[in-house]
C-alpha cells in the first residue's frame, strides 16, 4: 500500500482489536499493548501519540513450550526474526532477539519464554484473532 497513514491506522486499529481480544483470552497470562488501560505508560502514550503502533507482546500461559506451539500453530503470521513487513509477524524473544542471554538476564530484562511478539500488518483484524486463537486452543 501507497500510503504509509493508511497503512499505519490499520496496523494500529489491528493491533488494538488484537490486545484487547487476547488480554481476555484464558490462555493469555499478559499483553503488553500502550492501548491498554493497565499499560504502565498508557496515559503518556495517549499524549503523545495518535494510535499506539502495530507491535505487542504477549505472554502464554504453560512457559516458553506453550508458547512456541503456539507460534508453531499460526497460519496468517509468518514466524520470522525481525518484525517489519507486509505481513503479519510473530517471534519469540527468547530463541531470536533474545537468545544469546542467559535465562538470569532475559528475566532480568522482563523477557520470558513464553512470551511472543507480535508485528501486525494489513491483514483483517477479525481473522488474526481467529488465527490467534486457534492456536492457542490447539497447543493445549
Known amino acids: 500500500m501507497r500510503s504509509p497513514s493508511v497503512r499505519v491506522e490499520r496496523q494500529n486499529a489491528g493491533a488494538q482489536a488484537l490486545a484487547e481480544a487476547l488480554q481476555r483470552h484464558p490462555k493469555v497470562a499478559r499483553v503488553l499493548y500502550p492501548g491498554l488501560p493497565d499499560y504502565p505508560g498508557h496515559a503518556l502514550a495517549r499524549r503523545q501519540m495518535r494510535g499506539c503502533g502495530g507491535m505487542l507482546t504477549i505472554e ?62 494489513l491483514e483483517d483484524a477479525a481473522d488474526l484473532i481467529t488465527d490467534l486463537e486457534a492456536a492457542l486452543r490447539s497447543a493445549g
Not at 513487513?85 to 527468547?94: I, M, N, R
Open 60 to 121: 502464554v500461559k504453560g512457559g516458553g513450550e506453550a508458547a512456541t506451539r503456539v507460534a508453531d500453530r499460526l497460519r496468517l503470521f509468518a514466524l520470522a526474526p525481525s518484525l517489519g513487513g507486509a505481513e503479519s509477524l510473530v517471534t519469540q524473544p527468547c530463541t531470536s532477539t533474545h537468545h544469546g542471554l542467559t535465562p538470569e538476564e532475559r528475566a532480568r530484562r522482563g523477557v520470558s519464554d513464553a512470551m511472543l511478539r507480535l508485528s501486525v500488518s
